[in-house]
Nanobody, 128 residues
Framework: QVQLVESGGGSVQAGGSLRLSCAAS????????MGWFRQYPGKEREGVAV????????SYAASVKGRFTITQDNAKNTVYLQMNSLKPEDTAMYYC?????????????????????WGQGTQVTVSS
């Protein structure tokens, strides 16, 4: 059974940093399309970053490009979202997700509905 477990959320002041973690289990971690999404209250989930664990394929939303970075530890089947220069508008629930799509389809054009596996989410709050 596929499991994704996020951690690392919290409260921080504007300009600060947080690192989210997503530990994956129950499937072959390598060669997998994964994504980070966020959701504001009453809004649809939106893509923050999508990446392919088996290769150097990463795409970031324009709103986070240059501030957020994805890294991974293949030995731990864990992916990280390093968030720097945080802004109040980054306040949201953040989710990790995975899909069996191949590398050629692993991009921010993928909708949340394209990801069958989701973590429970972790809250990020940025105060001004």
């Amino acid at each position: 059974q596929v499991q994704l477990v996020e951690s690392g959320g919290g409260s921080v002041q504007a300009g600060g940093s947080l690192r989210l973690s997503c530990a994956a289990s129950g499937y072959t971690y390598s060669s997998r399309c994964m994504g980070w999404f966020r959701q504001y209250p009453g809004k649809e989930r939106e893509g923050v970053a999508v990446f392919y664990t088996g290769g150097d394929i990463t795409s970031y939303a324009a709103s986070v490009k240059g501030r957020f970075t994805i890294t991974q530890d293949n030995a731990k089947n864990t992916v990280y979202l390093q968030m720097n220069s945080l802004k109040p508008e980054d306040t949201a629930m953040y989710y990790c997700a995975a899909t069996p799509f191949p590398a050629s389809m692993c991009n921010l054009g993928r909708r949340p509905a394209d990801f069958p596996y989701w973590g429970q989410g972790t809250q990020v709050t940025v105060s001004s």
